[in-house]
């Protein structure tokens, strides 16, 4: 009798869950940065005044205007957001170790 491999229906991308978790944040100058960038609900940006029409196009605001720089925001998709929840909300319960975006 020969032994057949069982399929899975687990996509590729899930089959070693470690690596979906990787790289870990286990110092507290790194949780309070990343917590400080996913506790809020805007993407933020710096750009040239020149490029400035164009992201507005694709939905950017103007957060701070500058002489040099423009900083542009934008909503968070509600994907991102959702994730970006949890991951603080595992922050706040304390937890030592949490996933980085990659």
């Known amino acids: 009798?020969?032994?057949?491999?069982?399929?899975?229906c687990v996509p590729e991308e899930m089959e070693n869950p470690i690596e979906n978790l990787?790289?870990?944040?286990?110092?507290k100058y790194s949780l309070r940065?990343?917590?400080a960038k996913r506790n809020n609900q805007y993407i933020y940006q710096s750009i040239h005044p020149a490029d400035l029409q164009s992201f507005e196009q694709d939905g950017w605001?103007?957060?701070?205007?500058g002489t040099q720089?423009?900083?542009?925001?934008?909503f968070k998709t509600h994907d991102?957001?959702?994730e970006?929840?949890?991951w603080c909300l595992f922050y706040r319960m304390g937890y030592p170790e949490l996933n980085d975006k990659v």
């Not at 020969?2 to 399929?7: D, G, N």
């Not at 990787?22 to 110092?27: G, N, V």
């Not at 720089?69 to 934008?74: E, P």
């Open 61 to 65: 605001m103007i957060h701070k205007e």
């Open 84 to 86: 970006d929840q949890a």
């Open 33 to 35: 940065t990343s917590y």
């Open 22 to 27: 990787c790289p870990l944040i286990t110092d």
């Open 1 to 8: 009798m020969s032994k057949k491999k069982l399929r899975t």
């Open 80 to 82: 991102v957001l959702l």
């Open 69 to 74: 720089k423009v900083r542009i925001k934008k």
